[in-house]
């Protein structure tokens, strides 16, 4: 696959940004077994945001279990790659971060105001956006699918599918996922595909 406007690949802040939520997930781990919550003080939850405005942004660090942690890391780190080789390392943060403000915010504004959400689901849902409107026919492989999908389709197909688990924030997913599409508007004049 080759891209006009392909920058190459920036690691760097992909690999920090993972190393960052792992470090929070064992910090928070270490102190729920000694008996201390973090995820009250850093979770996003509307009613105590006044107390704990901080939330809104080291929300997108915490995880609550082994699984969701991964899975937002791995995803992160197939879409981070491949978004910034096109846009850009400033364009992947930019769009990485608003995304994840943008899915607290949905999730303030459609949820009740005394649950906390958590994970950087609502910023990895931003990138998959802003791809799905960059390179919407790009082939990609959905564990546990043999067949290639189209990233459209394996973006808004995983939306749906978490959407029905119980307990999932599809609130922050719709917002982060929204603002991504909206990125991925305003960047597609700069990224030009050639090829896949």
Do not use: D
């Not at 994840?100 to 689901?121: D, E, T, Y």
């Not at 394996?154 to 990125?183: D, E, K, N, R, Y």
């Amino acid at each position: 696959m080759r891209f006009s406007s392909y920058r190459g690949e920036n690691l760097t802040p992909i690999l920090v940004l993972i190393i960052i939520n792992f470090v929070v997930y064992l910090a928070t781990t270490v102190a729920a077994l000694t008996g201390h919550q973090l995820i009250p003080l850093l979770g996003f939850q509307a009613a105590g945001f006044f107390e704990r405005p901080w939330t809104i942004l080291t929300s997108l660090f915490v995880h609550g279990g082994l699984w969701h942690l991964a899975a937002n890391m791995l995803t992160f780190f197939f879409f981070g790659r491949f978004f910034s080789g096109l846009a850009g390392t400033r364009a992947l943060l930019t769009v990485y971060f608003l995304g994840g403000l943008a899915g607290n915010l949905f999730f303030m504004l459609m949820s009740s105001p005394f649950a906390i959400v958590i994970g950087a689901s609502g910023a990895v849902f931003a990138l998959g956006g802003a791809l799905t409107v960059l390179t919407p026919r790009l082939p990609v492989i959905v564990f546990p699918i043999p067949v290639p999908l189209p990233l459209w389709a394996a973006v808004i197909g995983g939306f749906v599918l978490l959407s029905l688990f119980p307990g999932v924030a599809w609130q922050g997913h719709l917002g982060g996922m929204l603002t991504g599409i909206i990125a991925g508007f305003i960047l597609r004049n700069r990224v030009r595909p050639l090829s896949y």
